[in-house]
């Protein structure tokens, strides 16, 4: 199930609505490429509860258009941070405009209101090749009612140098479901700067779905290898490392 489409490049005038046609296709999230395997867990709904809603997917515009990506609240001095995937919110290395947030969105309501991205970061040598290397974004939100985010749904800490082999509860938002999904599960590696887990379920949608550990630490949001994998029983992330903190800091972590 491959998540990536061509892409062409336009002018400035046509540059907007071809990465959102793009985007359609290329932000999906789930997982590598290999046959189902029977031991390999299914996710499941995920309950309802305060700290699962600072999990919660981006739209186009508002929460009547497009679903794009999954993304979640994570601590930062400003207290007005998301992580999510590169290749969500800046496809080609092309920040996108008029992303929102809808935390613990559910049956098609947004419980804790919509939040507007004021600014997407991501490493400059994500770029238009779209390294693999470098997948992860910051988002900054605005405020809602006078208040920064992290104030209304609290958020989680993002931890980096950890590893692998940890336990890890990856939860994000499928385009064609209702409700987020959940799963949990222990990370392996790929390479040095990719890391996995193995579930199946996570189709288009659960790009930028966030790695939970044990101890509440985001330390993965599914991207990196094939923008995340090209089936929904293996996904993807990058492994959080000191690229990664620097750009945590450069956003405002």
């Known amino acids: 199930m491959p998540r990536t489409s061509p892409r062409t490049g336009r002018g400035p005038a046509a540059a907007a609505c071809a990465l959102l046609l793009s985007l359609a296709v290329a932000v999906t999230g789930c997982t590598s490429a290999g046959p189902a395997d029977n031991a390999i867990p299914t996710a499941h709904p995920a309950p309802a509860d305060p700290v699962g809603d600072r999990i919660g997917p981006l739209f186009m515009d508002d929460t009547d258009g497009m679903r794009a990506c999954t993304a979640a609240v994570v601590h930062s001095r400003g207290r007005n941070l998301l992580i999510t995937a590169a290749h969500c919110a800046a496809p080609r290395g092309v920040p996108l405009?008029?992303?929102?947030?809808?935390?613990?969105?559910?049956?098609?309501?947004?419980?804790?209101?919509?939040?507007?991205?004021?600014?997407?970061?991501v490493d400059p040598r994500w770029g238009p090749e779209e390294n693999e290397g470098y997948d992860v974004a910051f988002l900054t939100v605005g405020p809602l009612n006078g208040r920064q985010i992290e104030d209304v749904m609290g958020a989680y800490p993002l931890a980096t140098g950890l590893g692998f082999g940890l336990e890890v509860t990856v939860t994000g938002y499928p385009n064609d479901a209702v409700s987020p999904i959940t799963c949990a599960g222990r990370t392996t590696s790929r390479s040095n700067t990719q890391q996995r887990f193995d579930c199946a379920g996570f189709t288009d949608g659960t790009s930028g779905s966030p790695w939970v550990t044990e101890k509440g630490q985001v330390i993965g949001v599914i991207g990196g290898y094939q923008q995340g994998g090209n089936s929904p029983e293996v996904s993807y992330s990058v492994a959080f490392g000191d690229r990664l903190a620097d750009l945590y800091r450069q956003a405002g972590g």
């Open 97 to 121: 405009d008029d992303l929102v947030f809808a935390p613990g969105y559910r049956d098609q309501r947004s419980p804790h209101g919509s939040w507007p991205v004021t600014e997407v970061v």
